[in-house]
């Protein structure tokens, strides 16, 4: 059994979910903006005190709204346990000697096999799988994390890449996102993964491009294209009974990871490019680390937060990293020297540069002040009027971005953050 979670979803680049309920009634007065500037500024004040002590300051991010986390590859959020949970459940078997699962129907090709559901009971092979679906140890790996991260996916790459358990993938996903107040995710999956790059093996390469790409859809390109279509819409089905949900996308413009900006061509004017443009970095702090061994200040952090760039933090792939996004809002604070403010500022643009469709809440990036509708209404409260109820009826985008700012104001209100 799944437990419905309050989240938007966005799926690949061609569905979207909202999973949460959205409902306003007649106006009401606002708070003094006086009484929220003195919330924030208390919680502001509580982070700084607790600056030296990790276990409080994880469980104020745990509990802080973060709006979204937009880049999430679906088959890498997922936790080894739960790929291991599934196997048992479908009938895999496991290979000892390999480590490597077995599909069902191969079990009886060797009696060393013995079924996944047993694992509890093997806990040493147990412990192996989730070392090798992981970088949960990469001593026990003995590959350089960036080995050890790419090689992981092949070992659940059978169920993953399974159409009959992408819905519990995303529900589990969704699940642990909003056990950490997130409002919004966006997950990036592959269809057709396999069947694609085997065309390619087969075409091969050719300098005349219009004729590979001729040779590309006389064997099959096209099929493959529809068929994944056919599984996103399969999937949208099943998600939405799995969670109870579904609406409609859009398109943005942003830039996933960005650790090599530096090594570009005039830099610093490329920054102040992106910073006029409004272009987003999603920025994956332990994914940098353990992939590319770029962290601290090796990473572009301060330069892209110095040159106004927007950013937001992003968790890449949870699963195998064996994190969450609360651990990449902890690590910004603490390796970056970030204020409650700043942490606002990172939650705020992950649904200001996000996949949803709509206007935006805000007049500007700058998070000053809300659209002309809103900008009398007090987010939290029970009712507003009628003017930012129909503005906030026609957009998705403005709808997630006012429970961000509700959450954020009992968030703020409360008297002890952990």
């Known amino acids: 059994m799944h437990r419905r979670a309050p989240l938007s979803l966005f799926l690949g680049i061609l569905t979207s979910y909202s999973c949460f309920i959205f409902s306003v009634v007649a106006q009401v007065p606002s708070n003094s903006q006086h009484s929220s500037t003195r919330s924030e500024a208390e919680a502001a004040s509580w982070l700084e005190a607790h600056r030296s002590q990790p276990g409080a300051l994880r469980a104020f991010v745990q509990r802080m709204p973060k709006g ?95 159409m009959s358990r992408r819905d519990d993938m995303v529900a589990s996903v969704a699940n642990r996102a909003a056990s950490q107040h997130i409002t919004y995710l966006e997950l990036m999956l592959t269809v057709q993964g396999s069947e694609v790059r085997q065309l390619g093996r087969e075409v091969g390469w050719n300098k005349d491009l219009q004729e590979m790409h001729r040779q590309l859809l006389k064997r099959g390109l096209t099929k493959l294209v529809t068929l994944g279509s056919q599984q996103f819409a399969q999937l949208e089905g099943e998600v939405s009974k799995t969670l109870g949900c579904g609406t409609p996308s859009a398109q943005a413009s942003r830039i996933g990871h960005g650790v090599d900006i530096l090594f570009e061509e005039r830099p610093f004017e490329l920054m102040e490019q992106m910073r006029r443009l409004g272009v987003l970095v999603e920025i994956c702090l332990t994914s940098n680390e353990v992939i590319l061994n770029v962290q601290g200040d090796q990473h572009p952090f301060r330069e892209y937060w110095k040159a106004g760039v927007p950013m937001t933090l992003a968790s890449d792939d949870e699963g195998i990293s064996r994190i969450d996004l609360s651990h990449e809002y902890l690590l910004a604070t603490t390796r970056y020297g970030l204020g409650y403010k700043d942490l606002k500022r990172l939650a705020r643009n992950s649904l200001e540069y996000s996949f949803a469709p709509g206007n935006s809440l805000w007049k500007s990036p700058e998070f000053k002040a809300m659209v002309a509708a809103c900008a009398s209404d007090t987010p939290g409260k029970t009712s507003i009027s009628q003017g930012c109820s129909a503005f906030l009826q026609k957009s998705d985008r403005a709808r997630i971005q006012w429970q961000l700012e509700s959450e954020f104001a009992r968030f703020e209100s409360l008297q002890n953050w952990l």
């Open 68 to 162: 979204g986390d937009i880049h999430s590859h679906l088959s890498g959020a997922v936790y080894a346990e739960h790929y291991l949970e599934w196997a048992a459940t479908d009938g895999y078997c496991v290979n000892p000697k390999m480590g490597t699962l077995v599909e069902p129907k191969a079990c009886g090709q060797d009696s060393n096999y013995f079924p996944a559901s047993e694992l509890l009971n093997r806990i040493s092979v147990y412990d192996s799988l989730i070392n090798r679906w992981s970088t949960r140890n990469l001593q026990f790996a003995g590959k350089s994390g960036h080995d050890q991260f790419f090689e992981a996916f092949s070992g659940f790459g059978s169920i993953s890449d399974s």
